[in-house]
């Protein structure tokens, strides 16, 4: 069982304060990073996140490190908008927050040099990193704008280019046995959890989406129905507006259902529970990435090693009947003893990431179900409060739609030949 690594001295880190500077095309922001009880004045930008993503995945291969998502800016305009620069800063402080409160990550050498380093050193450490990730490359996390009904189909296809990757990987090895390892048992156990998880936050990722489109429109229709009704009891003739026996029932229930409209509008935005369970689905995308990382080491090691059977099995066949060019002998016999270092390097590191990646999953599935539990607890609370509030604003409407009195008096249309004239309780007014 490994120890529990949870930060008994959490650190607090927010990403804050956007500044822009240069103009034009070179127009770029920056963010204050500020951690408390730290006096520090580093800013930097999106980008430069993204160089500490990459690192991190090169520093420390197997760890679950958090995916920096951001909205797509197209424009110049949507890319200085408050509402990006809002959404970057609440992505790019859980992502350093995680970061700095890894027992792990936060000892990685390129933390302190994100942290401390002024602007030119920085530029200077970012062109000597010549970073190249492929398919982990964070750029690749593009969202739409929150609650959009596309946002589960963005989280499918961020699932379906990890899975492409994998495809690939097993292509490369095909018709060969992967070589054994004493963890298999473990991380087939993982495999099988990661794709419960993937199935599942999938659909709720794709369904609260559209739970939160549904509601926002039915709040529009019902405004708009409040309108329709707050103006039933009332018609205008030429320029005067005359409101009929029935303008009192008619304002009373257009004001109440338009309370309704309001509280279902309020409840979309308490509850976000579209971005919540997005948020969600991007750990599950973390947690897949780090055991993808560990599969590439070991379809790595497992062609090595088939490729130096190969050889060996060449070199056995040569002493039975050895080759016209013993220069092919010594060559291979080169090509082997390379081989055997190279393959024994990558046991070395698949036995790193290996033991990494147990570690972090243990508290990955601890921080991942009190996470869930929370969203969940939030919501239900909320949807509790709400209902509430419904019923409160249904109940408010009743009085108004009642069966009228017995005694009610009924207005008698007037003579056809007669100009239209008002009933006799009607108010008139002259506009």
């Known amino acids: 069982m490994a120890e529990n690594t949870e930060n008994l001295n959490p650190i607090h880190v927010t990403v804050k304060d956007p500044e822009h500077l240069g103009e034009g095309l070179s127009k770029y922001t920056t963010y204050y990073i500020d951690i408390v009880g730290r006096s520090t004045l580093t800013r930097r930008r999106y980008s430069d996140f993204q160089w500490l993503y990459s690192k991190l995945m090169k520093e420390r291969p197997g760890a679950i490190i958090p995916i920096i998502p951001h909205q797509r800016a197209l424009t110049q305009t949507k890319r200085f908008s408050d509402e990006l620069l809002a959404e970057r800063q609440k992505y790019l402080t859980n992502f350093l927050s995680i970061v700095l409160n890894h027992p792990d990550l936060r000892d990685a050498p390129c933390v302190g ?73 473990i991380f087939e156990e993982l495999d099988a959890y990661a794709l419960q998880l993937d199935n599942n936050i999938k659909i709720l990722a794709k369904n609260t989406a559209t739970l939160a489109s549904v509601s926002k429109s039915q709040a529009e229709t019902m405004t708009q129905m409040a309108a329709a009704f707050s103006e039933m009891g009332q018609y205008r003739v030429n320029d005067v507006i005359i409101r009929t026996s029935s303008s009192t029932m008619f304002t009373k229930l257009g004001k109440g259902w338009s309370e309704v409209a309001a509280s279902t509008r309020s409840f979309v935005t308490a509850a976000q529970l579209d971005d919540q369970m997005q948020n969600m689905a991007l750990d599950v995308i973390a947690l897949k990435i780090a055991i993808n990382i560990r599969k590439e080491l070991l379809y790595n090691y497992t062609r090595k090693a088939y490729v130096g059977k ?68 939030q919501y239900v609370r909320l949807q509790a409060g709400y209902s509430k509030k419904f019923a409160q604003g249904y109940d408010a409407i009743l009085p108004h739609v009642a069966p009228p009195s017995p005694r009610g008096e009924v207005i008698a249309p007037p003579p056809a030949s007669a100009p239209p004239a008002p009933p006799k309780d009607a108010e008139t007014v002259v506009i």
């Open 113 to 185: 040099s994100f942290l401390t380093a002024d602007p030119a050193q920085f530029e200077v450490l970012k062109k000597d990193s010549n970073l190249s990730l492929d398919q982990h490359d964070p750029e690749q996390f593009f969202l739409d704008s929150p609650s959009t009904p596309s946002t589960g189909k963005k989280i499918s296809k961020f699932f379906g280019k990890l899975g492409a990757s994998m495809r690939k990987n097993i292509a490369l090895g095909a018709g060969v046995e992967l070589e054994k390892t004493p963890d298999d048992d």
């Open 310 to 377: 190969t050889k060996m099995a060449q070199l056995e066949k040569w002493k039975e009947t050895p080759p016209t060019d013993m220069k092919k002998v010594a060559q291979t016999q080169g090509e082997v003893r390379l081989i055997k270092e190279e393959g024994l390097n990558l046991w070395k590191e698949l036995d790193v990431v290996s033991k990494r990646l147990q570690a972090d999953v243990e508290h990955f599935r601890i921080t991942f179900h009190e996470k869930f539990r929370s969203i969940m607890e």
